[in-house]
Antibody, heavy 116, light 113 residues
Framework: QIQLVQSGPELKKPGESVKISCKAS????????MNWVKQAPGNGLKWMGW????????TYADDFKQRFVFSLETSASTAYLQINNLNIEDTATYFC?????????WGQGTLVTVSS | DIVMTQSPSSLAVSAGETVTINCKSS????????????LAWYQQKPGQSPKLLIY???TRQSGVPDRFIGSGSGTDFTLTISSVQAEDLAIYYC?????????FGAGTKLELK
């Protein structure tokens, strides 16, 4: 069955970096784009952007163009989200989700907590 | 950016009631090339990932109970849940995938009366 399994929770200090993984299984990884969605505590869903799993080209939403990096390890069917120079406002759960136009498959989410 | 406006923000219901959640987009989500509305609905329970309920505004995802009904076209959409059950208590989001940046509504929280 199709699964997206994300890495575990992270506790970081302001200014540090974090790299979250999203391992796909049950389908051909390069057949579908991978998207990332942020959910701050008690808040709604915010689309961060997507990465073309065939070319590796990332596209970022405006609010995520500065410190966010999407990448791939295609041989391992894994997508990554790296956030640099973390600040308190980055505290959130981050989801990877496969794009079928809509988002039918989601990772379980990775909670990133930024605290001094 | 396409703005998605959901109403109400919360709804208190009793089991067995029928509820309606509204979603309005700032521009039409109907693509003339295929006459499809690029609108999806999701359900999210506490501590869980969002779950796809409806896509193309009215197509139920496999395995979703038929008490969940999506309707609407253009800029106005509705999710109707008939005979609400306790397991339906969650937050519901609409989302447009017509154009990037993909955008979500702010959510409608379904609570027990």
């Amino acid at each position: 069955q199709i699964q997206l399994v994300q890495s575990g929770p992270e506790l970081k200090k302001p200014g540090e970096s974090v790299k979250i993984s999203c391992k796909a299984s049950g389908y051909t990884f390069t057949d579908y784009a991978m998207n990332w969605v942020k959910q701050a505590p008690g808040n709604g869903l915010k689309w961060m952007g997507w990465i073309n799993t065939q070319t590796g080209k990332p596209t970022y939403a405006d609010d995520f163009k500065q410190r966010f990096v999407f990448s791939l390890e295609t041989s391992a069917s894994t997508a990554y989200l790296q956030i640099n120079n973390l600040n308190i406002e980055d505290t959130a759960t981050y989801f990877c989700t496969r794009e079928d136009d809509w988002f039918a498959y989601w990772g379980q989410g990775t909670l990133v907590t930024v605290s001094s | 950016d396409i703005v998605m406006t959901q109403s109400p923000s919360s709804l208190a219901v009793s089991a067995g009631e029928t509820v309606t959640i509204n979603c309005k987009s700032s521009q039409s989500l109907l693509y003339s090339g295929n006459q499809k509305n690029y609108l999806a609905w999701y359900q999210q329970k506490p501590g869980q990932s969002p779950k796809l309920l409806i896509y193309w505004a009215s197509t139920r995802q496999s395995g979703v109970p038929d008490r969940f009904i999506g309707s609407g076209s253009g800029t106005d959409f509705t999710l109707t849940i008939s005979s609400v059950q306790a397991e339906d208590l969650a937050i519901y989001y609409c989302q447009q995938y017509y154009d990037t940046p993909y955008t979500f509504g702010a959510g409608t929280k379904l609570e027990l009366k």
